[in-house]
């Protein structure tokens, strides 16, 4: 779930983020934070070796509006 | 070009302004003097009236000057402390909402949390100060316990996550309340009093504990979603020296784990996560320093640091001593045992403003926790040698970094 936050302008939204790093590969994965979500959280399969993957961060990022 | 403000002297028989403002007014439908009214004034000259005017404006601005001040001053505070009102209102209902949904009260803790927002903490008398952190230690101990037990008691279920989120979202609502008692108490009392050096410096104050209110409001969506926070980045930097170690309780809510790095034995702890803690480090590296019997050639401590207006988040600082803030008795209790055993206590630092380190956590203080564990690296590599021990403690509140 896609939680937007306003940011420190209060123009900017903040949009968070989860990242899911293979251990073994070392691939990384960017998706919408979800409710549950904590660093270290054992995650989905890695997509490129099949390995499982853990939640390495967690963070927000801005989002200027459009238009 | 014309000038802005003269009367024409060629016809005695009717003064008549010839341009700029006042022209502009006096030929205006509303005011309309005649020459002969003008005239049956004995000694009316309109410049003198005009300088009249001035005059009495400025003795009335110079006599009056600390009154309109004043009206001024009461009417942004007030301004102030309605947003206040708001802010503390919502982050009462935020709190009340997550007992009620996510904590599934069994009863209505609306009563239960209003008293909660007036509890208060009795600090020891420091007259004497020998033994005060002891007693500070003694007080806010019986204070946590006390909040855990009672939110506990309120929810339906005992998931330390939620019960931890619950006591944060609580402190928020409780700090809003006090802010917004504060000022009340001192808007009023300048009003009652007259005070006008009561009033200029709450004004002057308004901006910036507007801000820290802010803050506060805006870190409740983070509690409430569990997302890690700015201030986390030193135990995010810890889990991953943890990943896959043994862990053990040292403390209160603090957990550590032995790896290795370079042949140095490290000594890792972290409050215990994803819960929103921020354990007893102090305590930790005295039992490691103390019962543990360990010798560590030095202490690194990871922590957030609130930057400087015009310092980049995320930028890292290095330093020596105790890198942990809060109310100072963890901080004694970490140089107590590293000078007790003469360790080198070494900081490494985040940069990052209060609302950042509150809220969910930015980009650049995430990203900077790849530097961290360089910094941290060399720092082990330069100041200890093989075989050594080393302790190493992320602090800062854990909320959704597990280990």
Known sequence: MMSPVPGPDKKTKLLVYTIEECPAC?????????????????????????????????????????? | MPAPFTISESDNSSRTFKSGFAASIFESPVFVPSSDVLQAVPGFDTSSLVTLIWIAFFALTFLYQTRIQSYLALSEISRGLNKLKVMKDKA??????????????????????????????????DMDPNGLVGKVDHVVTINNDRVRAE?????????PVTVSISENLLEVATSLNQIH????????????????????????????????????LNATDSFKMGQPVGDGIGP???????????????????????????????????????????????????????????????IVMIDAALKLEGEKTGEIAEGVGAAIGGIGVEKFQIEEAATKAKVPLYAILVKQSLLEAITVMRKEIAE?????TQVLNRVIEEKTKEGDDVVVAGIGNTLGVAQ
């Open chain 2, 181 to 216: 008692k504060i000022v009340r108490h001192f808007y009023l009392l300048g009003k009652k009093t007259n005070s006008y050096f009561t009033l200029v410096q709450l004004q002057m104050l308004m901006p910036m504990i507007i801000q820290e209110a802010d803050a506060l």
């Open chain 2, 151 to 159: 939110v506990g008691a309120l929810l339906n279920q005992n998931n």
């Open chain 2, 368 to 372: 900077a926790a790849d530097k961290v």
């Open chain 2, 236 to 298: 995010v930097v810890v889990s991953r020296l943890m990943a896959g170690k043994d862990k053990r309780v040292i403390a209160k809510d603090t957990v550590m784990a032995v790896t290795e790095y370079k042949g140095r034995n490290l000594y890792v702890l972290k409050a215990d996560g994803p819960m929103a803690y921020v354990g007893q480090p102090g305590v930790a590296i005295q039992k490691i320093v103390g019962e543990m019997g360990v010798k560590p050639s030095a």
């Open chain 2, 92 to 125: 009462r209902k935020d709190a009340i909402d997550y007992l009620v949904n996510v904590g599934k009260a069994p009863n209505d803790p609306t009563q239960r949390v209003d008293q909660f927002l007036d509890y208060v903490t009795i600090m020891p008398v």
């Open chain 1, 26 to 67: 070392g691939q990384k994965t960017k998706r919408a934070f979800a409710v549950g979500d904590y660093v270290t959280k054992e995650a989905a399969k890695c997509s490129k070796c099949g390995n499982s993957t853990r939640v390495s961060l967690v963070y927000a990022e801005g989002q200027k509006p459009s238009g």
